[in-house]
């Protein structure tokens, strides 16, 4: 088993056992239980004039397990996250809380995992983080045309004229919890790695 030193990543294409399968779901359980615990913790408005629109970190372990474990795994704990805030700490918010938190978090996840697992270095970590916030924003301007009419009973032309507040939103929440990642991924990746 290979180490790359640039970005403190291990590569683990070799065939996992039994035991290493069991130690990856622990600590992507411990993810999922760190981000939810953090969204309890830290949530706030980033414009005062939409004050529902709510800064959270729960994307940051999300993101470092998608680092670490690939973009599948990372999907896997946008969906489970995304639940379990949607009936916890995040209840209010309900199914239409979930579906966006999924859409928002699952585009953010893929492409930048995606890039990052080609390109396992710093500045493919920059890259990888950049494309993914990029895409995250854009892709939250037509879920937000399409689901926030469905759910909140709103006229699309209300949540057009909300738009730029809500690419804003979309852009800061990524663009922190991306930087946030890169400045700590490196420093917990060998024990994300460890199956010992």
């Given at each position: ?13 070799h ?21 939810v ?13 939409v ?10 372990p ?6 670490a474990f ?6 896997l704990?946008?969906?489970v ?7 916890t ?5 309900g199914a239409?809380?979930?579906?966006m ?16 697992k ?11 983080l950049?494309c ?5 924003a ?16 709103v ?33 917990i ?5 460890r199956?010992?």
């Amino acid at each position: 088993m290979s180490q790359k030193t640039n970005y403190g990543n291990i590569d683990d294409r070799h065939r996992m056992t039994g035991r290493e399968k069991t130690v990856r779901l622990a600590k992507m359980g411990m993810l999922v239980a760190i981000s939810v615990v953090l969204v309890y913790f830290i949530h706030f408005p980033i414009f005062p004039a939409v004050a529902f629109l709510e800064y959270d970190p729960a994307d940051i372990p999300i993101l470092i397990g998608t680092f670490a474990f690939g973009p599948v795994a990372g999907v896997l704990l946008t969906i489970v996250t995304s639940v379990v805030q949607g009936v916890t700490v995040s209840a209010a918010s309900g199914a239409y809380g979930i579906i966006m938190h999924i859409i928002a978090t699952s585009v953010l996840v893929i492409v930048a995992g995606v890039i990052y697992k080609f390109n396992k270095t710093r500045k493919g970590a920059v890259i990888a983080l950049i494309c993914g916030t990029a895409a995250m924003a854009v892709v939250m301007i037509g879920a937000n045309l399409i689901i926030t009419p469905l759910f909140m009973g709103v006229p699309r032309s209300m949540v057009w004229d909300l738009m730029p507040f809500i690419v804003g939103f979309n852009a800061i929440k990524a663009g922190i919890n991306s930087i946030v990642t890169f400045f700590l991924y490196k420093r917990i990746s060998g024990f994300l790695h460890r199956t010992a």
